[in-house]
């Protein structure tokens, strides 16, 4: 049975970093393409970054290019983002999802609909 569980959100103020985690179990992580979304109160779920399962297929979407970094560790089975310089418009719940045989072309790796497993969320606030 696929579970996702992200964990790692929380409370941070703009400027600061956070590290989000997905732990992934019943399935190997190493060969699926992995994505994170985000939905803000009363916006639709957005998708942030893509890793496929080739070297160097990585996508960010424009509003976190240069500040977020997506990474799979495939021993732990577990995928990060690494969060670094927060804004405010950087608050919402944060998911990560899983879809085989994707590529992350930034058109459709990033609708939320082409993944098929996700993990429930986790809180990302970014207030001062």
């Known amino acids: 049975q696929v579970h996702l569980v992200e964990s790692g959100g929380g409370l941070v103020q703009p400027g600061g970093s956070l590290r989000l985690s997905c732990a992934a179990s019943?399935?190997?992580?190493?060969?699926?393409?992995i994505g994170w979304f985000r939905q803000a109160p009363g916006k639709e779920r957005e998708g942030v970054s893509c890793?496929?399962?080739?070297?160097?297929?990585?996508d960010y979407a424009d509003s976190v290019k240069g500040r977020f970094a997506i990474s799979r560790d495939n021993e732990k089975n577990t995928v990060y983002l690494q969060m670094n310089s927060l804004k405010p418009e950087d608050t919402a719940v944060y998911y990560c999802?899983?879809?085989?045989?994707?590529?992350?072309?930034?058109?459709?790796?990033?609708?939320?609909?082409?993944?098929?497993?996700w993990g429930q969320g986790t809180q990302v606030t970014v207030s001062s």
């Open positions: 999802a899983v879809v085989k045989d994707l590529y992350c072309n930034g058109y459709s790796s990033r609708l939320p609909g082409t993944f098929d497993y």
């Open positions: 890793a496929g399962n080739g070297f160097g297929n990585i």
């Open positions: 019943g399935f190997r992580l190493g060969i699926y393409t």
